[in-house]
């Protein structure tokens, strides 16, 4: 939105508010400009989930005036929306868009319709069968009540969310987060009927006949592309992959000297980014040569190593430098269908080879740079990469860091020779 606004387009706002215990009805209030950018708050959206799940099935489907909607949208007059995310958002607010002849855009960053937890894992691995949504009971137990979330969309927690009380709250309850166990889900089996299981079919086609409504879908790698398509067949769509503003180009040659390789991996210690199944593989190979290489993370975990020689809790964005400069390959395990995979691209900006599973959407630019980057198995080897010659091939590319700009300008083109052609 900044870049677009730089360029000098009008651009807006648009994101779902509080939800009031008094009045019920939705309505769109103006608020105050972000950077020059025109603001409008929902009032009484749908309740925004987030990536905690959903109870209340009812509560995420239900109608409202779509006279609210049309209005609004009259009177701003939009050639083009760009929708990044569902969350919160009315069915009747893209039957307006069509009802006006507005074109939509939808950016796939996660799986929020397809899953009310967003990220499509369950109990260790994709979650390629989810049993008629029978799967989404046991997976949704402990979503967050609408009392809370009406909390979470409230004005004061707005104000408040960023002290340090309330941060450390938040920390303690996201600490064990997605970790499943077998004894969690047996234990959930007993609650499951099949009326819960049709409230989340029911869920899920609400968000697809939103979906198909829109005009163009961007999916930001292969991987979401393929996810996407086993539900729905969009009208229009294509395959960008994406970048953010603070992506630079740092690329430097690299020096392989060293007898250690050093691993670095940024990602939590979840299942579903693939921290387990690292330590698993790297086992293996400490076994088999032992002090060839050493791993460094960036994530609480009380997993302990010999190979595990850096242990930090998070990291600034100002110390990507220094992490990327003591870093020989960066590998993005994950196990759930990553959308794309900022971490990848971010790496690449420092010349750094990075390898991936194939379920990490920027799998899409590291197998242009070098295919046996990409792990198609479970298990992977460090003695054929040639990192020398990976990093001359990411030196030497010429479209591998892309620029905000430019992917301002490939959006651009999708608003005019995508949806606004006729």
């Known amino acids: ?150 909390v979470l969309q409230s004005p004061v927690y707005r104000k408040l969310k960023n002290t340090r009380v309330v941060k450390l709250l938040r920390s303690r309850h996201r600490k064990n987060f997605f970790e499943e166990t077998e004894t969690e889900t047996a234990a959930s089996a007993e609650n499951t009927n099949v009326a819960q299981n049709q409230n989340y079919e029911k869920l899920r086609e609400y968000y697809v006949s939103m979906l198909k409504m829109i005009d163009f879908i961007h999916f930001n790698s292969s991987v979401t592309e393929m996810v996407y398509n086993r539900y729905f067949h969009p009208k229009n769509s294509a395959v960008i992959s994406i970048t953010h503003r603070d992506i630079k180009d740092h690329r430097k040659r690299k020096n392989f000297d060293h007898d250690v390789l050093r691993i670095t991996y940024l990602g939590p210690a979840k299942p579903f980014k693939g921290f387990q199944f690292l330590i698993g593989v790297l086992d293996d190979i400490w076994r088999e040569t032992p002090g060839k290489f050493e791993l460094h993370i960036y994530t609480n975990t009380n997993v302990e190593r010999e190979y595990i020689t850096h242990k930090q809790e998070g990291y600034p964005y100002s110390q990507l430098e220094e992490i990327f400069d003591n870093t020989d390959l960066l590998i993005a395990p994950s196990q759930w269908y990553e959308t794309f995979g900022f971490t990848v691209l971010e790496a690449l900006s420092y010349g750094v080879p990075v390898m991936v599973t194939d379920s990490v959407g920027a799998k899409d630019i590291v197998c242009n740079i070098s295919p046996e980057l990409v792990l198609s198995g479970d298990k992977f080897g460090l003695k054929k990469l040639d990192l020398r010659s990976i990093n001359s091939k990411i030196m030497n590319s010429e479209t591998i860091i892309k620029t905000e700009l430019a992917h301002e300008r490939e959006i651009l083109e999708v608003y005019e020779k995508k949806i606004l052609v006729d």
């Open 1 to 150: 939105m900044l870049t677009q606004a730089e360029q000098g387009h009008e651009v807006a706002l648009l994101w779902p508010g509080q939800i009031s215990m008094i009045k019920k009805q939705t309505e769109i209030h103006k608020e105050k400009s972000w950077n020059g950018i025109e603001s409008f708050e929902i009032i009484n959206p749908l309740p925004v989930s987030l990536d905690e799940g959903i109870l209340d099935v009812e509560a995420y489907t239900k109608k409202t005036d779509e006279a609210v909607y049309l209005e609004f949208l009259q009177d701003y007059a939009p050639d083009a929306i760009h929708i990044h995310t569902l969350m919160g958002l009315h069915k009747e607010f893209i039957h307006a868009t069509n009802e006006l002849g507005i074109r939509t855009v939808f950016t796939t960053h996660d799986y929020f319709g397809l899953c009310p937890k967003v990220t499509l894992f369950h109990n260790g691995k994709p979650c390629d069968n989810d049993h008629n949504c029978m799967d989404c009971v046991k997976c949704n137990q402990s979503a967050l009540s609408l009392k809370k979330i009406v």
